[in-house]
């Protein structure tokens, strides 16, 4: 009897990496030089090139070159996010991302869960052998071979990996704030809807003031996110057909997030890590036929592709 494993190269793991790629391009791509390496007071001129940071990309140039190597991460990260060669540009996107976070002056959460769930995929893109992700796996009539079902095996550790790094996420997001009383009294979105820093815009005031002048207005607008980050947390602890639902709540989430407080970057990192907290293991997005009946308790819905990792040993029998 074989031990069998999901196939994690699909269609649904390249979507993830396409979103977490492009969250890393629009930071460099949307900011000049001098914004993302500007002196920072107390810590001074960035890149500052200390400890393993020193390793980073920007600190392999003088400083007078450091545009040309943003340009150069954002052609890596381009190339990554388009899906060509997954196997070729792994430890490119996860150089660029751990450089961007050791990097740039003023990194936030999303650039470091960047660099975390890149370094991450490497395994499954590793092994990854389509010459793009978007392709479902070509079928092989020969039995896998022995390294195929390692990096069958490794790259499946690596997205339970991920899925446990996201709920972490959500759960430590969730928890920080209930300490905090605007929080606890559902007043909190009325001072972050009105801040000067991640404020709304002017465009959308009109929409956003009635409501945070509301006291149910703000409080709904409040706890809805602590809602929806405490069930993220959870999201493994429940079955996959509520998955969905929990999965359309985090893109509408961070949608509103990236709208209002203009974290587009953050937002596409965030929706690269929701795939992959949300879809089943060595699942694949596709369009489900009309004919084909919706999975139920008497029709469950198909197992995703497998592939045997190793024989299991039974125990001799004495007569």
């Keep these: 009897?074989?031990?069998?494993?999901?196939?994690?190269?699909?269609?649904?793991?390249?979507?993830?990496?396409?979103?977490?790629?492009?969250?890393?391009?629009?930071?460099?791509?949307?900011?000049?030089?001098?914004?993302?390496?500007?002196?920072?007071?107390?810590?001074?001129?960035?890149?500052?090139?200390?400890?393993?940071?020193?390793?980073?990309?920007?600190?392999?140039?003088?400083?007078?070159?450091?545009?040309?190597?943003?340009?150069?991460?954002?052609?890596?990260?381009?190339?990554?996010?388009?899906?060509?060669?997954?196997?070729?540009?792994?430890?490119?996107?996860?150089?660029?991302?751990?450089?961007?976070?050791?990097?740039?002056?003023?990194?936030?959460?999303?650039?470091?869960?960047?660099?975390?769930?890149?370094?991450?995929?490497?395994?499954?893109?590793?092994?990854?052998?389509?010459?793009?992700?978007?392709?479902?796996?070509?079928?092989?009539?020969?039995?896998?071979?022995?390294?195929?079902?390692?990096?069958?095996?490794?790259?499946?550790?690596?997205?339970?990996?991920?899925?446990?790094?996201?709920?972490?996420?959500?759960?430590?997001?969730?928890?920080?704030?209930?300490?905090?009383?605007?929080?606890?009294?559902?007043s909190g979105m009325y001072y972050w809807a009105n801040g000067l820093s991640f404020g709304a815009p002017h465009w959308m005031r009109p929409v956003t003031e009635p409501l945070v002048s509301h006291p149910w207005g703000t409080a709904l607008l409040t706890w809805i996110p602590l809602f929806i980050e405490i069930a993220l947390a959870a999201t493994l602890l429940i079955p996959q057909r509520y998955r969905w639902h929990l999965l359309a709540a985090g893109l509408a989430f961070h949608f509103c997030i990236a709208t209002m407080m203009g974290l587009w970057s953050f937002a596409l990192t965030m929706w690269g890590g929701l795939f992959l907290l949300c879809l089943p293991l060595g699942g694949a997005l596709h369009r489900t036929p009309k004919e084909t009946p919706e999975p139920s308790e008497e029709n469950p819905a198909p197992l995703p592709p497998q592939l045997p990792v190793a024989p299991e040993t039974t125990p001799a029998t004495t007569g």
Excluded at 44 to 57: T, V, Y
Excluded at 66 to 83: E, F
Excluded at 132 to 149: F, G, I, K, N, Q
Aim: net charge positive.
């Design 1 to 186: 009897m074989l031990t069998r494993v999901p196939v994690p190269w699909t269609n649904a793991y390249g979507i993830a990496r396409t979103l977490i790629a492009l969250g890393t391009a629009g930071t460099l791509l949307f900011s000049s030089t001098a914004t993302l390496f500007r002196p920072v007071a107390t810590l001074g001129d960035h890149p500052r090139c200390e400890g393993l940071g020193s390793a980073g990309a920007f600190c392999l140039v003088p400083r007078e070159h450091l545009g040309w190597m943003q340009w150069a991460c954002v052609i890596i990260l381009l190339i990554t996010a388009s899906g060509w060669r997954p196997r070729l540009t792994a430890l490119p996107h996860a150089y660029v991302a751990f450089s961007v976070f050791t990097g740039i002056s003023l990194v936030d959460g999303g650039d470091q869960l960047a660099a975390i769930l890149a370094l991450l995929l490497t395994l499954p893109a590793l092994g990854d052998p389509r010459r793009w992700h978007w392709h479902p796996l070509p079928e092989d009539p020969t039995p896998a071979t022995p390294s195929r079902r390692a990096w069958a095996l490794a790259g499946v550790s690596a997205l339970v990996m991920v899925r446990l790094q996201m709920s972490f996420v959500y759960f430590q997001a969730s928890i920080a704030k209930l300490p905090h009383a605007e929080w606890a009294d559902g």
